[in-house]
Nanobody, 124 residues
Framework: QVQLVESGGGLVQAGDSLRLSCAAS????????MGWFRQAPGKAREFVAAVSGSASTRYIDSVKGRFTISRDNNKNTVNLQMNTLKPEDTAVYYC??????????????????WGQGTQVTVSS
């Protein structure tokens, strides 16, 4: 069992940066793929980025070059550094963890554990 808690969301202007953090308060992220998803009002939850247990990363095209995902197994945390934010990045951002030894997936079904979400609002 893994419990995830996100933090770092907020209201920013276009072009600003935010750093989201996800901490596992129970369980470990070791050997798990960790992902970030987002859900805008009226839209389905979509994949944003993920980092595998071996530190491979994947991003959706719209955030490549702007977002960076990283993990710290010692601190049991995963971060999402978001730069040059755009209004279309506005959404609730969710952290997710896979079961152990599962590779990167871009679908919600690839993750077994989810945080409560943190709101990111980017004004134009």
């Amino acid at each position: 069992q893994v419990q995830l808690v996100e933090s770092g969301g907020g209201l920013v202007q276009a072009g600003d940066s935010l750093r989201l953090s996800c901490a596992a308060s129970e369980g470990t992220i070791l050997s798990r793929t960790m992902g970030w998803f987002r859900q805008a009002p009226g839209k389905a939850r979509e994949f944003v980025a993920a980092v595998s247990g071996s530190a491979s990363t994947r991003y959706i095209d719209s955030v490549k070059g702007r977002f960076t995902i990283s993990r710290d197994n010692n601190k049991n945390t995963v971060n999402l550094q978001m730069n040059t934010l755009k209004p279309e990045d506005t959404a609730v951002y969710y952290c997710a963890a896979s079961r152990t030894f599962v590779g990167i997936s871009e679908i919600t079904g690839g993750y077994a554990y989810w945080g409560q979400g943190t709101q990111v609002t980017v004004s134009s």
